[in-house]
Structure formats: C-alpha cells, structure tokens
C-alpha cells in the first residue's frame, strides 16, 4: 500500500475515532451525572474517549460501561452555570441517565405578593436555585388567565419582581408560577386586589363591539374556540362568520350573534 492510500486510511481513522461530541447544558444543584457508555462501534474499547465540564477535562474513570461524573469535585455553587461536554467515537453514542439533575428546577418561595396603588404587581422570592420564567396569572370568567411573563433571575438570595396589572372591576385575583422541566406547576398564593372601577358594559354595532372602557376580552365560538381576544375598549368582528359567538370582558360572561 502506497504512503498516500496510508496516510488517507489513517486519516480516516482519526476523523472516525475523533468525528463526535455530546453536549449538555445546565445548572449545578448539588448531584451528579451518570453515563451509560456502550462499546464502540468497531467492537474495541468503550465510546466515550473524554469528558470536559466547564472545559475542564474530567479525572472520572471513564473506561466502563457505566461511570459517574462528579461534579463536587469542581466546588461549583447551587445555581451555578455547567456545560458537559462527552467526546465520543463515531458510530456509538453515549446516554446520560439523568440529565434532568441539572436542568432549573422550580423551587421558589414567594415572601411577598400584593398589588400596589399603581395597579403594579410585585413579589419577593427566595430560594430560585434556577432561572425560570415566572407567568403571571389572573382570576377571571371563572378560571385562571395567563397575562403576562417575567424572567426569572435564579440563585438564592432575594430576588424582586413586578408587572403592571390591567385590573377588573370589584374583586380582583393574580398568582404566579412557574413550571420546570417536570411539566408540574408551582404557584405563589394569591395576591388580592380591589379596583374602584365602574363595571363596564358593552354594545354591539354592526361589525364592531364597543366597551365602556379599556378592558381585558374573549370571544368564543359556538364550538368552544377562542377567535379572538386582547384588550380593548373596541373590538372588529366583521372578518367573524355569521352565527353565536360567547364573550367575556371585565368580570362578566355574555354573548351575541354575527350576522
């Protein structure tokens, strides 16, 4: 074999045995990784060939079957940023077990919701071990409405939030949570408002609804299907087919037909 087909084949085995990496991204809370390494792809020796952690190469035994990355050994903080990298041979593929360890979890606790004179929700948390959005949620038309986000900003000192409220007239409602990679809601206890507001009332003239004022709205169809909302002291509704629509605005519940 000639010294280029030599070279080429050599090569070809280094890009092989080199060609992939896995990364995983997250935030350090106290446990570590574990890694099921399968043998590699010729049937010699293990996939995973090295492992860094914040670009640090990992002292782990890494030649076996399964191996654990320790991640204490690094002296990170809870909240911290982590990013893993596993290079690995071409034609395998490593598996981490539980990367959920270091995705944000939501653990928040709220010390303080209330909603201000400026209509202004406000919340202290503690104990944000990770960066989560926080939605923001109202009472109304007998259910819990989404009306806004905020960031999260993570760690465990004291963290302070708020978002501007469009209140309903009488009794007002709002919470927030959040919701990690669990798919499981965690709520803060209601923060109760009352708005001195007049109740509003709305009028249906031809293609358009009017409010008395300003106010959070939606319109369902016939089959239960939201067709349009936002908030408004108007509404257009002359792109609406004709039928029965069901509309909610302020704290009320009515209906009216498209013709």
């Known amino acids: 074999m000639s010294k280029y087909f030599l070279s080429l084949f050599f090569a070809f085995l280094i890009t092989f045995s080199f060609a992939q990496e896995t990364k995983l991204k997250g935030i350090y809370q106290g446990d570590n990784l574990f890694v099921m390494n399968p043998f590699s792809a010729s049937g010699v020796g293990f996939c ?6 914040n670009n640090h190469v990992s002292t782990d035994e890494i030649a076996s079957s399964a191996f654990e990355i320790d991640l204490t050994q690094y002296h990170f903080k809870i909240g911290d940023a982590i990013e893993i990298i596993i290079k690995h041979k071409a034609g395998c593929q490593p598996q981490i077990i539980n990367p959920e360890v270091i995705q944000p979890r939501s653990t928040f606790k709220v010390t303080k919701i209330e909603v201000g004179r400026d209509k202004i929700l406000r919340w202290t948390t503690t104990s944000e071990t990770g960066s989560l959005n926080f939605i923001i949620e109202q009472y109304r038309w007998n259910k819990w409405v989404k009306v806004g986000n905020v960031k999260g900003k993570g760690g465990l000192k004291t963290n302070q939030y708020s978002f501007k409220i469009i209140p309903h007239s009488g009794q007002n409602k709002f919470r927030v949570k959040q919701v990690d990679y669990s798919k499981k809601a965690r709520y803060s206890k209601d923060a109760i408002y009352r708005a001195m507001l007049p109740p509003a009332s709305f009028k249906k003239s031809g293609n358009e609804i009017n409010f008395s004022t300003t106010t ?21 509704i002359s792109k609406l087919k004709s039928g029965d629509y069901f509309l909610n605005y302020d704290n009320k519940m009515a209906n009216f037909k498209k013709k």
């Open 48 to 53: 995973v060939q090295e492992v860094k952690v």
């Open 216 to 236: 959070m709205y939606e319109i369902y169809n016939y089959y239960g299907n939201i067709v349009l909302k936002g908030t408004s002291n108007k509404v257009d």
